[in-house]
């Protein structure tokens, strides 16, 4: 089969001619239509995450089971299916739990610890194929599908973790991003009002267009003071980082109301060390929330959301697999709208 891929850090793609992948016991192989191109794999892509070398990396896909290994009993040959980033037991206590980003005997990432969807064809344990629902037309819109997974599954699992109510002020940090722009979709979604955060004005019409009310421009502005306005001194209930910067951590805890949340999820790569004011936080009842990636149950739920058309994840750009080292020097530079993602079967 044809695959992407890495053969050392911040190198090139390689197309190349490998294997077609055979499912083991346990396991299954799936023909890939398209692989999404988030900025977590481009941390890959350039080195800022450790990965084994050799390997094909991308996790957020859409595909089809071609075939299933012994004592494999849950899914069959055509299943539509995508791909649960997290490597997970199933059985400890968090996971039990539906927690499986707590997973006590976690082994890794798709893509990263083993071969992902940069390739025609993938090969994963059986448990970690989610089955798309029948709702969903993947072979017309295999991309838009693909980066459900993270791209409306994360923010989903955010306005629940931060418990988001309808008529609270949201204000989303780095809101031009990926993730950040469907964070501005589903905080909307959830009938919040949002101010979105970004560095960059070009991406400001994007922000609106997906449900920002209010738009600070942290460039040109002290973001603290801009919401604190905006907010007629009061300050946000709640502030999700996609930066998570010592400053943009610093000026959210500062931007925060009384009993607001800040929740923390980006930062890779990044220097994040940050000094928090204790009385801040108690005098305020604030409240610092960590979170990653999203539970199985909130990736079904998010696909489940899509299904009924409530929420459409926006992909801007995609490319052939060939095409693909073009698509992430794009990503890199901050220059893709929403997501992109790459097509591969058909």
């Known amino acids: 089969m044809k695959a992407m891929l890495l053969t050392a850090p911040n190198t090139p793609f390689q197309l190349t001619e490998v294997p077609d992948p055979v499912a083991g016991k346990g396991e299954a192989v799936a023909r890939v239509l398209s692989?999404?191109?988030?900025?977590?794999?481009?941390?890959?892509?350039?080195?800022?995450?450790?990965?084994?070398?050799?390997?094909?990396?991308?996790?957020?896909?859409?595909?089809?089971?071609?075939?299933?290994?012994?004592?494999?009993?849950?899914?069959?040959?055509?299943?539509?299916?995508?791909?649960?980033?997290?490597?997970?037991?199933?059985?400890?206590?968090?996971?039990?739990?539906?927690?499986?980003?707590?997973?006590?005997?976690?082994?890794?990432?798709?893509?990263?610890?083993?071969?992902?969807?940069?390739?025609?064809?993938?090969k994963l344990p059986a448990k970690t194929f989610l089955k798309l629902p029948e709702a969903l037309d993947y072979k017309a819109h295999p991309a838009e599908i693909g980066v459900v997974t993270d791209a409306i599954a994360t923010p989903v699992k955010l306005?629940?973790?931060?418990?988001?109510?309808?008529?609270?002020?949201?204000?989303?940090?780095?809101?031009?991003?990926?993730?950040?722009?469907?964070?501005?979709?589903?905080?909307?979604?959830?009938?919040?009002?949002?101010?979105?955060?970004?560095?960059?004005?070009?991406?400001?019409?994007?922000?609106?267009?997906?449900?920002?009310?209010?738009?600070?421009?942290?460039?040109?502005?002290?973001?603290?003071?801009?919401?604190?306005?905006?907010?007629?001194?009061?300050?946000?209930?709640?502030?999700?980082?996609?930066v998570a910067t010592g400053k943009t951590l610093d000026t959210a805890a500062r931007a925060l109301s009384k009993g607001g949340r800040l929740a923390i999820l980006g930062g890779a790569g990044l220097d994040n060390s940050w000094a928090i004011s204790g009385n801040l936080i108690k005098a305020g009842e604030r409240e610092i929330i960590g979170s990653k990636y999203a539970t199985k149950d909130e990736v079904r739920a998010a696909l489940e959301i899509v299904a009924r058309g409530e929420l459409w994840p926006i992909v801007t750009e995609t490319c052939a697999l060939e095409d693909v080292e073009a698509l992430h020097q794009r990503v890199e530079q901050g220059l893709v709208t929403g997501r992109g993602a790459v097509l591969i079967g058909g």
């Open 35 to 122: 692989c999404g191109s988030g900025l977590t794999i481009q941390h890959m892509r350039a080195g800022r995450m450790t990965v084994e070398y050799p390997r094909i990396i991308g996790h957020e896909i859409t595909a089809e089971i071609v075939e299933v290994g012994k004592g494999v009993t849950d899914l069959k040959v055509g299943d539509p299916v995508t791909a649960y980033y997290y490597l997970t037991c199933g059985t400890c206590e968090w996971c039990q739990k539906d927690r499986e980003t707590l997973c006590d005997n976690f082994t890794g990432n798709v893509g990263r610890e083993i071969d992902g969807g940069y390739a025609e064809y993938i």
């Open 159 to 242: 306005i629940n973790k931060a418990r988001v109510q309808p008529g609270e002020t949201v204000a989303v940090i780095g809101a031009g991003g990926g993730l950040g722009l469907h964070m501005v979709m589903v905080a909307k979604w959830a009938k919040a009002r949002v101010i979105a955060v970004d560095v960059r004005p070009e991406k400001f019409d994007a922000c609106r267009k997906a449900g920002a009310d209010e738009i600070v421009d942290a460039a040109a502005s002290d973001m603290t003071e801009a919401v604190l306005e905006l907010t007629n001194g009061k300050g946000v209930d709640v502030i999700t980082d996609f």
